[in-house]
């Protein structure tokens, strides 16, 4: 295919995307906040409030069928003031399509459970929760998953430090592993930055 033809294609899609993000907004102005249109993917902005109709009805209407939940996610803007960005991946296999779901939140509130919807995001959304902290309601068992039960914070928030608050190590007197604070004591040193491969003239 030559260059003007993968433009044409393009054009094409993006033409496609524009109509179906109408389409969309026509048939449920109440559920979506902004659509945007970003690398030829289509991403809807939701409130929470809405998010279980919304996935309802892309889910089960024929012109939609997104049948397959592929991912949810999180992302963390530690400078705005709903930080988290929660963002749900799905295809419809019918019709060879993918679309984006967003919802903005924060630490204290909780975003409805699609659980009821796609048995998947059972595990997904305690994914989610345990390294971000995003609470979900109506989970039936939402607990820690990737890390420790004993572990404290979450480890994706931008303000989680990259050595994290304890160490583990094995103790062979005591015959079991221990948990202790990060010490980072260092004796004091002296650095020369002079470079021994500098020329003597």
């Given at each position: 295919m030559n260059e003007r033809g993968f433009e044409l294609r393009l054009m094409n899609?993006?033409?496609?995307?524009?109509q179906f993000s109408n389409y969309l907004i026509d048939i449920t102005p109440k559920y979506i906040s902004s659509i945007k249109?970003?690398?030829?993917?289509?991403c809807i902005f939701t409130k929470k409030s809405s998010l279980i109709n919304l996935i309802k009805l892309l889910k089960l209407?024929?012109?939609f069928k997104f049948t397959q939940l592929i991912d949810i996610c999180g992302v963390d803007y530690l400078d705005k003031k709903d930080r988290f960005e929660v963002v749900y991946n799905f295809i419809s296999l019918f019709y060879n399509f993918r679309i984006?779901?967003?919802?903005?939140t924060n630490e204290y509130e909780a975003i409805p459970s699609i659980s009821s919807l796609?048995?998947?995001s059972l595990w997904l959304e305690r994914e989610v929760w345990d390294t971000y902290?995003?609470?979900f309601s109506n989970h039936p068992d939402l607990r820690r998953l990737l890390t420790d039960y004993g572990f404290e914070g979450y480890p994706f928030r931008k303000d989680f430090p990259q050595i994290g608050f304890f160490e583990i190590r094995y103790d062979d007197e005591k015959k079991h592993v221990l948990y202790e604070p990060v010490?980072?004591?260092?004796?004091?040193?002296?650095?020369n930055f002079s470079s021994p491969w500098v020329q003597v003239k």
């Open positions: 899609k993006n033409n496609f995307l524009l249109i970003y690398k030829d993917e289509l209407h024929f012109s984006r779901i967003k919802i903005l796609f048995s998947s902290g995003v609470f010490e980072l004591a260092q004796e004091f040193r002296l650095f």
